[in-house]
């Protein structure tokens, strides 16, 4: 009978071993399941972040741009005063400080990639310029601009406006 229960008692040891082997083996697929779906939460999440940050910085660019758009008008405006400025207003010191408002508008837009497009003389290209007016003047070469009208400019390197020119037929 001793031995029986012992018989017995290595038994249900070998199946309460056997239990556990198994209830392990359930605990960890589930452990490696709850991981592999924090894993792909967390990769999805840093996803969703990437996008969000991307689109931010698409709308900031955007609005910027657009900003600038709108402060070029007034930069043209201070360009034709002081390019008309009377001879005997070159040494005011009002007419210094608006063409000193003038450059530091310039130097600002510069400082955020803004350039300024050097169109006078160059040869006329769609992409960059528009056409205002075409005139005739045999002494000069086909498609050179000999007037800027308005200026172009650049933003990081593309073209944010193109130049207004004359340009020979």
Not at 27 to 51: H, M, P, S, T, V
Not at 141 to 155: A, D, M, N, Q
Request: hydrophobic fraction near 35%; charged fraction near 45%; charge should be positive.
């Amino acid at each position: 009978m001793i031995e029986e229960k012992k018989k017995n008692k290595a038994e249900e040891s070998s199946q309460d071993k056997e239990k556990i082997k198994r209830e392990l083996k359930r605990c960890k697929q589930e452990r490696d399941d709850y991981l592999a779906g924090w894993r792909r939460a967390r990769a999805d999440f840093l996803n969703y972040k990437k996008e969000e940050e991307e689109k931010i910085f698409r709308l900031v660019d955007y609005k910027f741009r657009d900003l600038v758009l709108k402060v070029l008008p007034v930069l043209d405006e201070m360009d034709k005063a002081v390019e008309n400025l009377p001879s005997d207003l070159e040494k005011n010191q009002w007419a210094l400080g608006i063409i000193q408002i003038r450059k530091k508008f310039e130097d600002m837009l510069a400082k955020e990639a803004v350039e300024r497009m050097e169109a006078l003389g160059e040869e006329f290209d769609p992409e960059l310029h528009e056409a205002v007016e075409m005139i005739s003047d045999k002494n000069k070469k086909s498609g050179t601009i000999i007037e800027v009208v308005r200026h172009g400019y650049f933003l990081k390197g593309g073209l944010l406006r193109p130049a207004r020119v004359k340009v020979i037929k």
